[in-house]
T-cell receptor
Framework: GAVVSQHPSWVICKSGTSVKIECRSLDFQATTMFWYRQFPKQSLMLMATSNEGSKATYEQGVEKDKFLINHASLTLSTLTVTSAHPEDSSFYIC????????????FGPGTRLTVL | QKEVEQDPGPLSVPEGAIVSLNCTYSNSAFQYFMWYRQYSRKGPELLMYTYSSGNKEDGRFTAQVDKSSKYISLFIRDSQPSDSATYLCAMSSSGGYNKLIFGAGTRLAVHP
């Protein structure tokens, strides 16, 4: 149990285009989902926390207009990188916290974004 | 100063060795401590979870927390090549309700 999927697993896009990444909890309902970014050989940096049905809370330094997060249901959150640039190339990982479980997060497999 | 410090390695050990991975932290409010294993190009997988100080054992893995020293450790006994991965420590002040603060991760290679 406690499986989180991400789609796509990798994506290459041209500079200036927008890319949407989906995060799904497959066998549980997630009231809260988290989006992280990980650069090569670096740790996970939290970008934003999203609660189902409400606006996401962004970490300091993360542009909310550039990284659009939608958490429309208890099993799906999306991250849209708008007007992507090469510096946005990174590994994006989501995690989901099951409803009623305050003490753990289950991570997705990640999405590798390359912006040309 | 980073809130969580972790030596990035890489750490290379022979199969069967005991591996010691460590993190130090500066925020005394941290009470929940986790170790994640991350294989290349994959998401992190929770290995161990401990609350406050003390030891926790699960198979070949032992997690230790010393809050007085702000120091946590993960020991891997009888290491296997399949243990080769990056190990990330993470901690929070209020379980999953507060955000997790991750260490940089230590790359471990166990060679046959």
């Amino acid at each position: 149990g406690a499986v989180v999927s991400q789609h796509p697993s990798w994506v290459i896009c041209k500079s200036g285009t927008s890319v949407k990444i989906e995060c799904r909890s497959l066998d549980f309902q997630a009231t809260t989902m988290f989006w992280y970014r990980q650069f090569p050989k670096q740790s996970l940096m939290l970008m934003a926390t999203s609660n189902e049905g409400s606006k996401a809370t962004y970490e300091q330094g993360v542009e909310k207009d550039k990284f659009l997060i939608n958490h429309a249901s208890l099993t799906l959150s999306t991250l849209t990188v708008t007007s992507a640039h090469p510096e946005d190339s990174s590994f994006y990982i989501c995690s989901a916290r099951p409803a009623g479980a305050w003490d753990t997060q289950y991570f997705g497999p990640g999405t590798r974004l390359t912006v040309l | 100063q980073k809130e969580v410090e972790q030596d990035p390695g890489p750490l290379s050990v022979p199969e069967g060795a005991i591996v010691s991975l460590n993190c130090t932290y500066s925020n005394s409010a941290f009470q929940y401590f986790m170790w994640y294993r991350q294989y290349s190009r994959k998401g992190p997988e929770l290995l161990m979870y401990t609350y406050s100080s003390g030891n926790k054992e699960d198979g070949r893995f032992t997690a230790q927390v010393d809050k007085s020293s702000k120091y946590i450790s993960l020991f891997i006994r009888d290491s296997q090549p399949s243990d080769s991965a990056t190990y990330l420590c993470a901690m929070s002040s209020s379980g999953g309700y507060n955000k997790l603060i991750f260490g940089a991760g230590t790359r471990l290679a166990v060679h046959p």
